[in-house]
């Protein structure tokens, strides 16, 4: 791809331009798009303009901009997220049916825990969490997951940067998040409170893919206080499901 003056490639602009959408930011103009990406006004306008008129990006009757249908189209082609997701979901299901409470699917990207699936109650407690949102290792059960069964090189990534406190209880100092983990790949499973928002207790099993290696986490978050062996022995239940249905997705 061709750079322009400032040394940034055509791949690298479009890949601001798109990060700079979000949960809570789901419609913009070319020009905050622009603003929020770095880029000059009329890189930013051209830019905008091309990806409207590949559908990646759309277009509304007040000249706003949003993610384009065609991206979430080719985004699912293919996608290992995708065949994870539904291989999980039946069984998801039934555990968001036996605790009714949020029930939660989340894999490692880029040194983070991003959910691809959540289930919810009416009546589920408080959680942050949101299909395709983003939550620190150190501070969420899932993540915990993730990278008590990661590599070596992501937990030492992980342990030498800045363990940021999101809660009273956030696991901040290296030594302990280390025992943590050793805890973790244990024992199979964590159960956090506290650790994201006071008010929550999360628990977090491994799903494993047919040749045993983790592929993902599945969770669950209770009120706290709220006693965890029962949402523990359904998340295994479920954990073990899945392995069976990417298993025979396989054959």
Do not use: K
């Not at 589920?124 to 993730?146: D, E, M, Q």
């Not at 090189?153 to 809660?167: K, S």
């Amino acid at each position: 791809m061709a750079n322009s003056p400032s040394g940034d490639s055509l791949t690298e602009r479009i890949v601001r331009i798109l990060e700079t959408f979000s949960a809570e930011r789901t419609v913009q103009t070319a020009a905050e798009i622009g603003r929020r990406a770095a880029l000059p006004s009329s890189t930013a306008h051209r830019q905008v303009d091309a990806l409207v008129d590949a559908g990646l990006l759309e277009r509304d009757d007040d000249s706003r901009v949003r993610l384009g249908m065609r991206l979430w189209e080719l985004a699912l082609r293919g996608s290992d997220a995708l065949r994870l997701r539904q291989a999980a979901m039946p069984f998801m299901e039934r555990v968001q049916a036996a605790i009714r409470e949020h029930t939660q699917l989340a894999v490692l990207e880029q040194d983070e825990a991003l959910f691809l699936e959540r289930l919810s109650s009416p009546d589920s407690g408080a959680n942050i969490t949101r299909i395709a949102g983003r939550l620190p290792l150190h501070a969420s059960s899932s993540g915990l997951v993730l990278l008590a069964f990661g590599s070596r090189d992501l937990e030492e990534r992980v342990l030498a940067g800045t363990l940021t406190r999101r809660a009273p209880e956030t696991i901040t100092d290296a030594a302990a998040l280390r025992r943590t983990l050793a805890d973790v790949r244990r024992q199979g499973y964590v159960i956090a409170p506290g650790s994201i928002e006071a008010v929550s207790t999360g628990v977090a099993v491994p799903v494993r893919d047919a040749s045993g290696a983790v592929v993902a986490a599945l969770s669950v978050v209770l009120p706290r206080g709220t006693p965890t062996a029962a949402a523990l022995e359904e998340l295994r239940a479920a954990a073990a499901g899945i392995r069976r249905a990417l298993a025979a997705d396989r054959r």
